[in-house]
C-alpha cells in the first residue's frame, strides 16, 4: 500500500537540542498509526514537524505524493492535514457553533453544513451545547470539540496528539469510538497517546521513540507480541 505520509530522515531542534533524530515513518491510506515513547521523547516535536509549526534541519515530507517540506503549515492543512493539538487549545469565548465555523473556514457553505451533521452525529453532546461556551464545556466536550473542529476541514490525515491526557475513561471511550467509525470511512490517523495500552490496541502501526530515535517499528500486533517493548520503554505491559 502506498505512503499518504512519509518522513525519510527527518531532524528537527529546538535551538542546539536535537528533539527528533533521523526520524524515517509512513502512515498508509486508512491506516491509524501510533507514536509513543516516553516523557522528551520526541513525539509531539515529530506532529508539530508534520503540521510545519516545527522546521526541519534535515531530511524530507512528503504527503499524498507531493513534497511538503518546506510548505508553510497552512498549505499543509489546505493539501488535507489536520491537528488535534495537547490540551486542545480552544478559544474559550466561542461558542460550540463558532468554534465549527472557524475549522471549516476553508469549505463551502454546503461543505460546512454536511461537516457539522457529521461531527453533531459523531458528537450528540455538541450538538445539544452548540449555543454554550467552549470555556464552559468539561474536559472531555472540550476534546470533542477540538476533533470536531478539525474535521471540519475535511481532513485525508488526522494528527492526534495526547487524545486521553486529563479525560475520564468514560469520554476517552467515547472519543475512541468516534475515530474508529472516521477511520472506517478511510481517515487516515496519527496518534500520539500517553496510554500506551489503549493506543496498541486502536493503532494498526507502532512506532515508539525514545530519545528522538526510533526504537521500534512495527505492527500493532508485533508491539503487543514484544514482551520487553513496553516494559524497557514505559516500565509498564503492554
Known amino acids: 500500500?502506498?505512503?499518504?505520509?512519509?518522513?525519510?530522515?527527518?531532524?528537527?531542534?529546538?535551538?542546539?537540542?536535537?528533539?527528533?533524530?533521523?526520524?524515517?515513518?509512513?502512515?498508509?491510506?486508512?491506516?491509524?498509526?501510533?507514536?509513543?515513547?516516553?516523557?522528551?521523547a520526541g513525539k509531539s516535536s515529530t506532529i508539530m514537524a508534520?503540521?510545519?509549526?516545527?522546521?526541519?534541519r534535515r531530511g524530507t515530507l512528503r504527503f499524498d505524493g507531493a513534497d511538503i517540506t518546506r510548505r508553510p503549515a497552512l498549505a499543509r492543512a489546505g493539501l488535507g492535514v489536520a491537528l488535534v493539538p495537547e490540551g486542545r487549545r480552544l478559544f474559550s469565548d466561542l461558542t460550540v457553533d463558532e468554534t465549527l465555523t472557524v475549522?471549516?473556514?476553508?469549505?463551502?457553505?454546503?461543505?460546512?453544513?454536511?461537516?457539522?451533521?457529521?461531527?453533531?452525529?459523531?458528537?450528540?453532546?455538541?450538538?445539544?451545547?452548540r449555543t454554550q461556551l467552549a470555556g464552559s464545556l468539561s474536559g472531555g466536550e472540550q476534546q470533542m470539540l477540538a476533533l470536531g473542529r478539525a474535521l471540519m476541514a475535511e481532513p485525508k490525515l488526522l494528527l492526534i496528539d495526547e487524545l486521553s491526557l486529563g479525560l475520564m475513561p468514560k469520554m476517552v471511550d467515547l472519543c475512541v469510538?468516534?475515530?474508529?467509525?472516521?477511520?472506517r470511512d478511510?481517515?487516515?490517523?496519527?496518534?500520539?497517546?500517553q496510554n500506551t495500552a489503549r493506543a496498541v490496541a486502536l493503532a494498526d502501526t507502532v512506532c515508539v521513540l525514545a530519545a528522538g530515535r526510533a526504537?521500534?517499528?512495527?505492527?500493532?500486533?508485533?508491539a503487543r507480541d514484544d514482551p520487553n517493548l513496553?516494559?524497557?520503554?514505559?516500565?509498564?505491559p503492554a
Request: contains cysteine; charged residues 20%; hydrophobic residues 50%.
Open 215 to 222: 526504537v521500534f517499528q512495527g505492527s500493532a500486533q508485533d
Open 186 to 193: 478511510g481517515l487516515a490517523i496519527l496518534l500520539v497517546e
Open 50 to 56: 508534520i503540521m510545519g509549526h516545527v522546521a526541519l
Open 103 to 129: 475549522g471549516g473556514y476553508s469549505r463551502s457553505p454546503a461543505d460546512d453544513r454536511r461537516n457539522r451533521a457529521r461531527v453533531f452525529e459523531l458528537f450528540p453532546r455538541l450538538a445539544e451545547r
Open 230 to 236: 513496553f516494559a524497557r520503554y514505559f516500565g509498564v
Open 1 to 40: 500500500m502506498s505512503a499518504l505520509l512519509t518522513l525519510d530522515d527527518v531532524s528537527c531542534f529546538y535551538g542546539e537540542v536535537e528533539a527528533v533524530a533521523g526520524l524515517s515513518l509512513t502512515v498508509a491510506p486508512g491506516r491509524i498509526a501510533a507514536l509513543l515513547g516516553p516523557n522528551g
Open 177 to 183: 469510538a468516534a475515530l474508529r467509525a472516521l477511520n
